[in-house]
């Protein structure tokens, strides 16, 4: 079973800041991969990854930016937050291997811009 | 139109009661099917996971998949009120890579003691 941890859990800042948001997972898992969930809808991939010094841009636009410097690593970071991005993020990993690997999440960081 | 659709809910069902929840989608080309439980405050956990159509049974939990109609069932039997969550029906086409996973918007499920 995939161990993933994000953190902060819960994060309320100001208009304006610059916020990053760290997700590990201890498992060793290639493919990484950043959620944006929003009550009632579903989830949208805004960034993943296949490996160290690989990263893509998902489906839905944002105006964050993610670095894979190591592979147990995919911090997220919005350079000056925005009401706009007031959701809930859910950091997700799959290991590499033949056929589709299911994804495994973290517990999500909610994030709250005022 | 979304790829795949979900019934909403919420759904309430006493303690016992069968459940069953269901999921469409419009991508033919789908062909593996998840089912993820999420609790409040909490990431989507893996519950069934199946390729191409058939069933497939885990303990009190069936997924079942027709591909010709394009939907995917999650049954539960004996529901408990741990079984209170929120269930995200997930399905992607690609073999290896996996980032056009598509998900419903998931169905809130309450059992009552």
């Known amino acids: 079973e995939a161990d993933i941890y994000q953190t902060p859990r819960y994060l309320v800042i100001g208009t304006g800041k610059k916020i990053t948001l760290e997700c590990s997972q201890t498992?060793?898992?290639?493919?990484m991969y950043w959620y944006q969930q929003d009550p009632g809808m579903e989830l949208h991939l805004i960034h993943y990854s296949y490996g160290v010094n690989s990263t893509e841009k998902g489906d839905l636009s944002s105006e964050s930016t993610v670095s894979r410097i190591r592979t147990e690593h995919f911090p997220l970071t919005l350079e000056s937050a925005r009401p706009s991005h007031t959701s809930q993020y859910l950091c997700?990993?799959?290991?590499?291997?033949?056929?589709?690997?299911?994804?495994?999440f973290g517990d999500g960081t909610r994030l709250s811009i005022l | 139109q979304k790829e795949v659709e979900q019934d909403p809910g919420p759904l309430s069902v006493p303690e016992g009661a069968i459940v069953s929840l269901n999921c469409t989608y419009s991508?033919?080309?789908?062909?593996?099917f998840m089912w993820y439980r999420q609790y409040s405050r909490k990431g989507p956990e893996l519950l069934m996971y199946t390729y191409s159509s058939g069933n497939k049974e885990d303990g009190r939990f069936t997924a079942q998949v027709d591909k010709s109609s394009k939907y995917i069932s999650l049954f539960i039997r004996d529901s408990q009120p741990s079984d209170s969550a929120t269930y995200l029906c997930?399905?992607?086409?690609?073999?290896?890579?996996?980032?056009?996973?598509?998900f419903g918007a998931g169905t809130r499920l309450t059992v009552k003691p």
């Open positions: 997700a990993s799959s290991p590499q291997g033949s056929g589709n690997q299911p994804q495994h």
């Open positions: 997930a399905m992607s086409a690609s073999r290896g890579n996996n980032n056009d996973m598509r």
């Open positions: 991508n033919s080309a789908f062909q593996y």
């Open positions: 498992m060793g898992h290639d493919k």
